[in-house]
Each structure stands twice: as C-alpha cells, then as structure tokens.
C-alpha cells in the first residue's frame, strides 16, 4: 500500500472518531428531567423533547457519517478516483475539460449518495419534530436551483482554478486567491439582494408598531438602516432566526416571518440590536478579513501541494493532475480546517458576547435574555452542552452562558 494512502486512511477515521468521542460526550450530558439550572427553561415535557431531539440527531449522523467514510474508504483502498482520472483523460485530452467532467461526476455520485439521507432527515427527523414546513415539491425545487447554483459557481471557481495553474505555474495560487477573494466581497455584499431572493421571498417590514419601535432605536444609535427585510422562513421550518448581512450601502438586517410571530415587540428590537452590534463593532467586517486570510493560506498549501506526484499515485493514477492534487488536499486538509475553525468559533463566540453586551447597554437586557430563552426552547437547542463540544462546534456561546454574561452587564450598567 502506498504510504500516502494510509495516511489518508488514517486522516479520514480519526475525524469520524473524534466526531463520535464529542457526540458521546455531550450526550451524556442529558439526564431524565432538566438540571436545576435551566429549570425555569424548560418544563419536563420541553427538556424531554429536545433530549430526543438531540438524540435522534446524533444516531442519524453516526449512520451517515459511518456510511459516507465506508464509501470513502472503499473509494480509495480500490483506486477508484485514479481509475476514473485516467478515464476521463483519455475520453477528453483538453486539461480544463476532464478536471470539470471528473468534478462533475464526483459531485451527481456524492449527491445521489446523499439524497436518501436529506429525505429522511427532513421528512421523517424534522417532520417528528414539528419544525418541518417543507413540500416535496418545495424540497425539489431547492434541490435543482442548489445544483443550477452550484453547477455554476462550482464550475467556475474549478475553471479558474484549472487555467491560472497552466497559465501561471506555482504562483497560481496568488491569484486565485485575489479572484476569490474579490468573489468572497461581491457574495457578501450582494447576498441578501441576489443570492437569498433564488430561494426565499424578502419583503420590507411593513409599517406598524415594530417599525416605530425599530426606528426610534435606530434613530436614538445613530444606525442608519434603510433595508430591513422580513424572510419567509417558515415556508421550510418552523425555526427561528434573525441576520445582518451586506456592507456599505448593501447592508440589511433580516428577520424571519417565524421570529416575528413568536416574540413580542422589546424582544424583536432586542435581537435587532444584537443584529446591529455586529456592524457597529466591525465584527462582519472582521470575519470576512479572516476568511480572506484563511482561504490565501488553504491555496498557498495546495500550491505546495500540486507540485508532488505522490498523491496521483497514492489515489490509484501514474498521471498527477490538478484534480488528484486538489482530491489529495481535501483529504489532509481536513484536521487544518478543523484547527482554524476552532480558531474562527472562538472568535465567533466572543463577538456574541459582545453584541449580547452593545444590546444591553443600548437597549434592554431583560428583552434579550427573554427572546434568547424562547429561541432556545422552540428551537430544542440544548441547554446545557459539553464544554468539549462547544469548543468544537459552537459558533454561539450555549444559552446559559449568554444569559449571565447579559446579567453581569445589566448590574455593571
Ligand atoms: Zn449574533
């Protein structure tokens, strides 16, 4: 066996196993009735559901997840993707045309792969629960524009991809990264005005009551805010949210349609004014300048990368191509985008914080933490998570934390 190819091997189980180990552990965390703690939460019928809830979810994602690494596996112990780039070579000599066709058939395969999952996950877990608003018909639609959507950017970033490394050798990587990051910028401008509108339908809030209330805040802060949309959200669930996207001119504040049913006027302008925080402390900002830094540094290790034949070999092929190479680094990427994303949660968590804090102190800290508490228990989050898997995985500090961090600021204040 090629020693790259147990790496890889090795790379891809143990990702599956800290995935389990984390699962495991914060599913210990559940007892039979909630932790006194968050027993002003949660009556005992709540904390029962979001245990299943919770529980359901994991013994799916160890099913699919287990399923998706035995395919993987078996993938690359037979040599298959190496198999597969040689074909496509000889069927098409042109470079950019057999690394778009070899992508192409990866991506229907993965996807067909996954569907049965996707159906089962929406229809049957997110339908039990009540938080599936989703038509098959619905659920089709999305499917197609995703792979209208993704046939397309996809497409062009490995097209762009595929002519600047002939084009420019080993220095490929400097630009790609500038096209991508330029691409990075438009998305995140225009998100809300052009990529959202394929999916959902945003309307200005109409006049009223929370308009008022939005805009003597606004006023009083001095945000100028001349988008704020509402999101039918509960077309495909019942779930809640709120988001700030955009900047400049394009800046927007979106609630969801299922927000604004579900919480009174303070606790709409509270989430708002977390939603403006954001902006104010430059925290949309920063992340994109941290994206930007993350992707110009993915690009120049698979530059590096590109330049090693091993892993064609490894794959199964005598040629190394841009697609191997591009395969290969996916694979050993994995625990690098594991460790930044560590690093970006953190960050992530620590902004929450702070525009939990700007709401309070601009506005009402009582009405945050009520909406807070009402988005936890409709959205079955779990209220009392392992340290260890929040480390991981939370982009938002856990419900409790958010809440005496909010108390600390309200008696400083
Ligand atoms: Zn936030």
Same mark, same amino acid.
Request: hydrophobic share 40%; charged share 15%; net charge negative.
């Given at each position: 066996m090629h020693p790259l190819l147990i790496i890889f091997l090795i790379v891809l189980i143990l990702s599956w196993l800290l995935e389990r180990i984390?699962?495991?552990?914060?599913s210990s965390r559940w $007892?039979?009735?909630?932790?006194?703690?968050?027993?002003?939460?949660?009556?005992? /019928?709540?904390?029962l559901k979001a245990k299943s809830y919770d529980q359901t979810g994991k013994k799916f994602s160890l099913i699919s997840d287990s399923f998706s690494l035995l395919v993987m596996l078996t993938l690359l112990l037979t040599g298959a993707f190496g198999e597969l780039d040689m074909l496509v070579h000889s069927w098409y000599p042109d470079e950019l045309t057999a690394t778009l066709v070899f992508f192409g058939i990866i991506a229907?395969? +993965?996807?067909? =792969?996954?569907?049965?999952?996707?159906i089962y996950k929406t229809f049957v877990i997110e339908q039990k629960f009540g938080f599936n608003k989703k038509t098959p018909g619905l659920f089709i639609s999305d499917r197609i524009k995703g792979y209208i959507l993704? $046939?397309?950017?996809? $497409?062009? =970033?490995? +097209?762009? !991809?595929?002519?600047?490394?002939q084009l420019a050798g080993p220095s490929f990587w400097i630009y790609a990264w500038v096209t991508v990051a330029v691409l990075l910028l438009l998305t995140s401008m225009f998100y809300t005005t052009v990529l959202l509108p394929i999916f959902n339908k945003l309307s200005p809030l109409a006049d009223g009551e929370l308009k008022q209330s939005i805009v003597a805040y606004c006023t009083k802060t001095g945000f100028a805010i001349k988008n704020l949309m509402v999101m039918?959200?509960?077309?495909?669930?019942?779930?809640?949210? +709120?988001? !700030?996207?955009?900047?400049? +001119?394009?800046k927007k504040i979106v609630l969801f349609d299922t927000l604004i049913a579900n919480h009174s006027i303070p606790e709409l302008v509270a989430v708002l004014a977390h939603e403006t925080g954001h902006y104010k402390l430059k925290h949309t900002l920063t992340g994109l300048f941290l994206s930007l830094i993350q992707t110009g540094l993915m690009f120049f290790i698979f530059s590096i990368f590109i330049q090693y034949p091993q892993f064609a070999e490894a794959l199964g092929s005598n040629k190394p191509t841009l697609e191997l190479g591009l395969l290969a680094f996916g694979i050993l990427y994995g625990p690098v985008s594991m460790a930044l994303s560590l690093a970006t949660n953190f960050i992530s968590r620590k902004h929450e914080y702070e525009a939990d804090a700007y709401a309070t102190k601009t506005y009402n800290g009582a009405a945050l933490q009520e909406a807070l508490k009402k988005l936890s228990v409709s959205n079955l989050s779990n209220p009392d998570p392992?340290? /260890?898997?929040?480390?991981f995985y939370y982009s938002h500090p856990p419900l409790l934390h958010r809440l005496r961090a909010i108390e600390k600021v309200i008696q400083t204040a």
């Open positions: 984390l699962d495991s552990l914060n $007892g039979s009735s909630p932790p006194e703690l968050v027993r002003e939460l949660y009556n005992d /019928a709540d904390y229907i395969c +993965a996807d067909l =792969l996954q569907l049965p999952f996707d993704g $046939g397309l950017i996809g $497409g062009s =970033l490995i +097209a762009l !991809f595929s002519l600047t490394y039918d959200g509960s077309k495909r669930s019942s779930k809640a949210n +709120a988001f !700030f996207s955009g900047i400049g +001119a394009q392992h340290p /260890a898997y929040v480390f």
